[in-house]
């Protein structure tokens, strides 16, 4: 399955990449977004920023920073 994550205008899919990428295929045909980011390719260094938040993958852990 799919985890859809949304607030306003800020999108989190999370599940197997077909369906993930299926999906955000179908939301950038819809409305202008900015760059797709694979969390698996975020780090400390270089986290994804949700709802002003970090997010990244450190040994297969999810991590949540609330700033």
């Known amino acids: 399955g799919l985890v859809i994550l949304t607030y306003v205008d800020d999108i989190i899919a999370i599940g197997p990449s ?32 949700f709802l002003s938040n970090e997010i990244w993958i450190q040994i297969s852990i999810f991590i949540i920073i609330f700033i």
Do not use: G, N, W
């Open 18 to 49: 077909k369906y993930a990428d299926e999906f955000m295929d179908a939301i950038k045909k819809r409305f202008k977004c900015t760059e797709v980011v694979d969390l698996e390719q975020c780090s400390h260094e270089s986290p994804l920023i």
